[in-house]
């Protein structure tokens, strides 16, 4: 199984924008898929997730109203976009597949193939 691939992070100005893109092959494209976080010396955190058809969202409270999650699946590609950011926000941002379930899955068990991550460093 072919991990997702992450791309979009970099260095941003409080207060700016990123778009973040998740990469996936059809077997990994799973019915959910999701995004964490994991900042230094902080254990990964769940940020945001999506149902397959993209009805169903989920967002970390820390973020809602700021992010915003979406999926293409004819491209198999999951984004995340990040507004209003923060220095608190600073983090290796992870892109992971999960199993279908009958509810959204926001802990980290629960998915089960993950990406290298991208760099999100927001400075102040």
């Known amino acids: 199984q072919v991990p997702p691939v992450e791309s979009g992070g970099g260095l941003v100005q409080a207060g700016g924008s990123l778009r973040l893109s998740c990469a996936a092959s059809g077997r990994t494209f799973s019915s959910y898929m999701g995004w964490f976080r994991q900042a230094p010396g902080k254990e990964r955190e769940f940020v945001a997730a999506?149902?397959?058809?993209?009805?169903?969202?989920d967002y970390a409270d820390s973020v809602k109203g700021r992010f915003t999650i979406s999926r293409d699946n004819a491209k198999k590609t999951v984004n995340l976009r990040l507004n209003s950011l923060k220095p608190e926000d600073t983090a290796v941002y992870y892109c992971a597949a999960a199993a279908p379930l009958g509810r959204i899955p926001i802990t980290t068990n629960e998915y089960h193939s993950w990406g290298r991550g991208t760099q999100v460093p927001v400075s102040s």
């Open positions: 999506i149902s397959r058809g993209g009805i169903i969202t």
